[in-house]
Structure formats: structure tokens, C-alpha cells
């Protein structure tokens, strides 16, 4: 009855016959509030985010300008033909959100995609800017461009700890950006799993898995703060091409790249 209106409801019970109307027991609010559901709330999910510009404002500023998060409007990645997900569109869709209470009251949020693909996104940006109160300007980035997949991802927040673990599976196909204030650029930038092998290639191994906790912990002086640690990180990174001062100066290749217990912790002061 989830999809009937009021109206419709009452004009439906009103045409019941007297003997069906009988074994019918209204249920008072107070009992109506205490029926749960078993099987938790799902949403499917396709949107496109578009943002003129991000500023954040301490005495200078920080701009991003003209960003945009959504599909690659392709299918294919890494040469798995499909991989991207049934439909070729700019939209970030293919996905799925599965959200449960579970009984010792942890909150369990599971990211997948609707379908056997991954979920395709794209996401670009122009100028990364520093402003000053005198009309200084600094361009710290620009014309980024990111192109990958999204495996799955998960958020498990426990009530006894208050820590909430974030995991997620991604590999990137393509990255490209500029630094303009070191005249740097780097074209086609990929992002994998450290066990991908490009000679005998396996969707399996695609992935690049990241797994955060985030909590309220104590820093150096002892007050409290932003906690996100990070046990380990593993990924094979490859740069098609490294740009400085214009020319190009050939490719990077770092295999097995492995971050390692790392914490950081983040506050105002």
C-alpha cells in the first residue's frame, strides 16, 4: 500500500462489504510506530553535479573553478569492453545504495553498482587558485581530467567504538592535469591495483582498494580532532607522459607502490 494516496485507500476500504469489514482491526499510531521493516531502505542513484566555483576563505582564498562529476560517457576501460556499465552517458548512474540498522545499532552502508559492471565516473576541473587580499594570484593546478571505474564501496559506523570505516575499490585509466607554477603537466596518468599485470590482464585484480577510519582522536597537544587513518595502500601508478617546461621528458611507471600505516589528524588553528 506503499503507493496509495489517502483517498484512494479510504474509498477502497469504504467498498468493502460489511462481513470483510468485520475482521478488519484499526491500529492505533502508537501501534503503528512500533512495526519495523527487516530489510532496510535501497536507492538507485543517477545524477550529474556541475559547480561554477568552489571557494574556501581563510585570510586569502582557495578557488577551484568549473567543476563537474559525472559518467564517462563510455563503456570501455582498460580494454574489458562493458566494464563501464550498460549505457554509454554523462550521467554518474549504475549505482545502488543499501542502507541497514543493524541490531547492536551500527549503521551498514553498501555502494555497488545495479548491474555485473563497475560504475563509470568522470570528473574535471579548471583553475586551482591561490587569491590574496592585494589581488595576488596563483594558479596551483589546472584542466584536470580524470576518467575510471568504481568497484564497490562501504561505510560501517560502530556505535561501540564511534569509528567509521570507509573502504573502496577503484582504479583510474586516465589523469591528466597541469601545474602551472612549477610548469609541470602530466598526461595519461593510470591508477591500479599492485597485482594488475597488463600482459595477462584480469578485471579481478583491477582494483585499487583504500580502507579509512575516521573518528574523533586526540593530536599532538592533546586536543581533539579530525582522525583518518590508513593502515595500508597498495597500486601500480603509470604516467604516459611528464611535461616540464614544455617538452616532455618521457614516461613513469612505479610498481607496487605500498603507503603503510599512516595517520593524519586534522584541525583549525
Do not use: C
Not at 230 to 235: E, K, L, Q, T
Amino acid at each position: 500500500m506503499k503507493g496509495l494516496k489517502r483517498t484512494l485507500l479510504a474509498l477502497g476500504v469504504a467498498g468493502l462489504p460489511a462481513a470483510a469489514m468485520a475482521d478488519i482491526v484499526m491500529l492505533e499510531d502508537s501501534t503503528m510506530g512500533n512495526i519495523t521493516g527487516q530489510a532496510g531502505v535501497s536507492i538507485e542513484l543517477e545524477t550529474k553535479i556541475n559547480m561554477d566555483r568552489f571557494i574556501y576563505t581563510d585570510e586569502g582564498s582557495l578557488t577551484v573553478s568549473d567543476i563537474s562529476i559525472g559518467g564517462a560517457e563510455r563503456t570501455d576501460f582498460f580494454g574489458f569492453n562493458g566494464l563501464g556499465g550498460p549505457d554509454s552517458n554523462d550521467l554518474l548512474d549504475n549505482i545502488r545504495i543499501d542502507i541497514d540498522v543493524l541490531a547492536d545499532g551500527d549503521a551498514a552502508i553498501n555502494i555497488r553498482p545495479q548491474f555485473f559492471n563497475a560504475i563509470d565516473f568522470r570528473v574535471t576541473s579548471g583553475a586551482w587558485e591561490l587569491w590574496g587580499q592585494g589581488g595576488q594570484n596563483t594558479a596551483l593546478m589546472d584542466n584536470l581530467f580524470i576518467e575510471g571505474v568504481l568497484g564497490r564501496g562501504s561505510i560501517h559506523i560502530d556505535t561501540d567504538t564511534d569509528v567509521m570505516r570507509l573502504r573502496s575499490a577503484f582504479a583510474i585509466e586516465v589523469m591528466d592535469f597541469d601545474v602551472p607554477f612549477a610548469a609541470v603537466g602530466i598526461r595519461g596518468l593510470s591508477l591500479t591495483g599492485a597485482d594488475y599485470d597488463q600482459t595477462f590482464p584480469s578485471v579481478l585484480d583491477l582494483f585499487a582498494e583504500v580502507d579509512l577510519y575516521i573518528y574523533n582522536g586526540q593530536r599532538a597537544d592533546g586536543g581533539s580532532s579530525l582522525a583518518i587513518d590508513m593502515p595500508s595502500f597498495a597500486a601500480d601508478i603509470g604516467m604516459q607522459e611528464v611535461i616540464v617546461g614544455q617538452a616532455s621528458i618521457g614516461q613513469i611507471f612505479i610498481d607496487d607502490l605500498a603507503i603503510t600505516n599512516t595517520q593524519m589528524r586534522v584541525y583549525g588553528h
